[in-house]
């Protein structure tokens, strides 16, 4: 049987597999400010059907995911290590793209988890799902069954110049972005572009503004189907390493266009946390999720460095490998407050440590910490020194707890107690 005679099937597995996803324990493992943003690890159905049952059905204004292509491929970051020697380029699996079951195994994962998100997009919301050829025919027709053909709102062309090409056929430089809406009483806030006239003179039409730069004539006119940007490059201030990362533009545009400042925007396939970085930068909420521990730290670090306040949710199925670090504290009296001067030390590691931050006053539970009490690896390496100051007459009665991540995302927790640590390794 064909996969086209064999879609109705697909679709009502899926649909099957949606009404028995389980509400997976999610959480709150670190906190850093006061914000609502959310960034999980942990199987994205899972944690879907854990904001449904905790009140956020209907409550999200634009939901954006890269999702898989289908490509038939595994992905691997690339993380550069600097130091006085040279520069060592470490490579780690990020996320796998190979179904056994093949393109219907794909779409009914996809069908189950659009169905979770279509619970929670807000009547007047949309959904904008980021492809390419591999699967995007057979996604719009899943999307038109899950979302409503009369609901389909637009099929963006993102073109660029990255990538190889082949003699065997015209060069493949374009994704497709297929947006949907959950009514028909959705929110876009279209963009305008530049519309060269013929000839680059003008036309003198009666109640026609026009413009002229050094090109010529133009008029301003809605951003038309087909987005022509740059790749994320290779020397990029923005790259993170993470495999199949997305330019910060290109989300930008897409936030501006379906979501206003407030407006909670979410990814549930979030790799290095794109959407977030924009988001963040717009003056928007979010909420995203990836199952890959090494996604989650790559986001974690790129969030942190941003200065977004966010909650660090983790499924508590999830349980990262065993990085045991060794940190030590110092304090120091200065005037009125005490100075705490922590230095990480590291011992039997499986790869050197990317970020870590300090929590003054550790509850047991949830570990909290500032910006200006987290360390992050860059050009000239990993400062392994924190200090801060806290007041004297609280001093005596805080824990003071480390926490780790090395390049591959493992994570570690170790809690000081009187200068000594009594609780080291996984948390």
Known sequence: MGLMAGLPQVIEEAKKEYENVEDLSFILAEEFGKAENLLALGDNAGFMKHLVDSGMEGKIRQIYIDPPFFSKANYD?????????????????????????????????????????????????????????????????????????????????????????????????????LVYSKSDKYYLNLPKEKSYNRGLKPYRFKGVEEFQDETGWYTMVNMKDVWSMDMVGRTSAERTGYATQKPEALLERIIRAGSCEGDICADFFCGSGTLAAAAGKLERRWICCDNGTLAVAAAMKRLGKQGEEMKILRCDSVQPDELKVLAYYTPTLFNDRIKITVELKEQNIKAPVDLWGVDTDYDGEVFRSEREATAYRDKKGLCTEISIEIPCDRASKRRIAVRAVDILGNISYAVIDGGKIFEQGRE
């Open 77 to 177: 970051a690339v993380i550069k290590l600097r130091s006085p020697e040279g520069e060592t380029a470490v490579k780690h699996r990020a996320y796998e793209d190979v179904w056994k079951e093949g393109m219907a195994e794909y779409l009914k994962m996809l069908g189950t988890r659009l169905l979770l998100m279509r619970d929670l997009l807000s009547e007047d919301g949309t959904i904008w799902v980021h492809l390419d050829w591999h699967g995007v025919h057979y996604v719009k027709i899943l999307m038109d069954e899950i979302f409503g053909e009369k609901n389909f709102i637009n099929e963006i062309i993102w073109t660029y110049k990255s990538g190889g090409s082949s003699k065997k056929h015209f060069a493949r430089k374009h994704d497709t972005i």
